[in-house]
């Protein structure tokens, strides 16, 4: 059935073009021609004109920052000599002393006479100046003293901290701090 329905129009658009003046069914098909010709230019352009737009939208984009170079790791020398830069200059631990007793009076903590204990280790060749620091205060001003500590004494350590209070009622605690000071008799050089 398909197959005479396709030849039915077939024998129709052959017996339409023969009534038709030649002359006029070329110029209908030019401009059809024409007609598709143009269609085909400007769905072209509108393709262009969106990569267009996309490479200025990326263009106007900042660029993206470069890729950091990648640092070596430090040798072993560099680690060993970044250590001994961080040790405390041994000839200057009254000096710390008298941080650390300011830092504790600032916080408004009474210090009492602490226990100072000084070692030298061969192998690492450094001095280690061991404290226990007795403290009376606030709970609160004690964990600020000892932060306040190590900041202003960076090659000191914070080993043991113990708290004991007399009576649950009472405002003050008292604390004792075990610190060590890491020293070198010259900062920065191995003895």
């Known amino acids: 059935m398909k ?4 030849s039915t129009l077939w024998l129709r658009a052959q017996l339409a073009l023969r009534r038709v003046n030649p002359v006029i069914a ?11 010709a143009l269609a085909w230019v400007a769905m072209q352009r509108v393709g262009f004109d969106a990569q267009f737009a996309a490479a200025r939208r990326q263009a106007a984009m900042p660029a993206p ?7 070596a790791p430090p040798t072993a020398d560099q680690n060993l000599a ?12 009254d000096r710390q002393l008298k ?11 009474v210090l009492r006479q602490g226990e100072y204990r000084s070692s030298y ?3 690492a060749k450094l001095t280690t100046y061991q404290l226990n620091l007795p ?4 709970y609160g001003a004690i964990w600020q003293f000892a932060f306040d500590a190590l900041r202003a ?3 000191a350590s914070l080993d043991d901290v113990s708290f004991r209070r007399d009576a649950i009622g009472l405002d003050t605690v008292d604390a004792r701090l075990r610190m060590t000071l890491y020293l070198s008799a010259t900062p920065g050089v191995p003895r």
């Open 3 to 6: 197959a005479a329905a396709l």
């Open 26 to 36: 070329g110029a209908v098909l030019l401009l059809a021609a024409a007609f598709a």
């Open 153 to 155: 004494v960076p090659h």
């Open 82 to 93: 970044h250590f001994y830069n961080a040790l405390g200059d041994r000839s200057k631990v």
């Open 65 to 71: 920052p470069p890729a950091a170079a990648v640092a």
């Open 99 to 109: 941080t650390l007793f300011a830092l504790a009076e600032k916080n408004g903590l």
């Open 121 to 123: 280790d061969r192998g």
């Open 135 to 138: 403290v009376t205060g606030r």
